[in-house]
């Protein structure tokens, strides 16, 4: 018999295929196999798309019946964008059913397993769950908390300066390490940052990958409205463009705003908290457009006020073998740390080298334990001896 964590593990690489591409549902992957053979791959293309499960099924050229269904989440039981995949599972005679994690969405959560097992499917629980609940942590927030993912991307010297005296950056770090960027941008569902970011650099906010050019959405804090109306984020895709400011330049600035408006951005009202804009509000309005995994690229300010409004979930530091001193900007901004018992603790750290790079990863908090322990309890409810 096949190992049920190996091909549990190749459904969460397939699963990683629909990053950047599901919004508000989670990323899935799944395999059919009978007999021993693989029959059947499928993952979660789209927003509004069949389910994973669905996809492996359809990618089957054989009878189905009396296999099994591998599936890094379990099954969903209710009617969304889709009609309930458990039934589907059932009307095509598979035998047996291996979940990865429970679904920590309460619509759902134990139920496909529960309506499953009553109608005869054989149904095992928890395989690979570390790497199956953390390809969805952008999901699990949204459900626990309704935000957005927020993930820190920093690329600074060894002592901690993302730029010099002069606010010259390019480039800190190398071509390699430029390039993961790139693809971490082409998997986020929008890029923010801060003005200064905007008017020091004028980005263009795209990522590039594999000769790729996507567009995640660009969002962009600015309270006074000090971007230009030729601003490099509106060459492409403008109507991917989105402006945080003050509710007051709605009156002050509104020919600025109709002539920003009319090249596609879209321009939000947002209050300002202590010389910034209202990260929560901000966050809201990400949510009811469905962006939900964001990466963070502004400036030190912009990075700590994120971690002081405890929002942030996840960093990916790049570091460069170089020495800026005093005199470089500090990546961060004050985190308002007296004492180092209030140290900002930074878990399941990985480094990773990148040719003349380091890349240090790690989360803020894991949502990955809470789906494990839901998955533990409906395992020990659930499935059979």
Known sequence: MADPHEIMLECVNLALAGKGHTKTNP???????????VIGRGFHKNFGGDHAEIEAINDCGEDISGSDLYVTLEPCSHFGKTPPCVETIV????KRVFVGVVDPNPVN???????LLKNGVEVYVGFAEKACAEIIEEFAKYIYKKQPFYSLKIAQTLDGKIAAKDGSSKWITDETSRQH???????????????GTVLADDPELSARFLGLKKYPYKIILDSSLKISANAAVFNEKPEKCIIFTSSSNFNEKAVKIDTISKAGAEI???????????????????????ILNVLVEGGGKIQASFINDNLADKVYIFTAGKILGAE???SLGSLNIDNIEECKIISDLNVTRLKNDFLFTGKFYDYSKEIINLTEKVRNRCSPE
């Not at 990323?27 to 053979?37: D, Q, Y």
């Not at 959560?109 to 309506?115: H, L, P, V």
């Open 268 to 290: 939000i009202p947002c209050s300002k908290l202590d010389n910034g804009l209202d990260l929560q509000k901000v966050s809201d309005e990400l949510i009811k457009r469905g």
């Open 91 to 94: 009307k095509k005679g598979i």
């Open 109 to 115: 959560a134990g139920k496909g397993i529960e309506y």
């Open 27 to 37: 990323v899935v992957g799944a395999m059919i196999l009978k007999n021993g053979r």
């Open 328 to 330: 470089g900007v500090d």
């Open 181 to 195: 960027a790139h693809y971490i941008r082409s998997v986020s569902d929008g890029i923010l940052t801060g003005i």
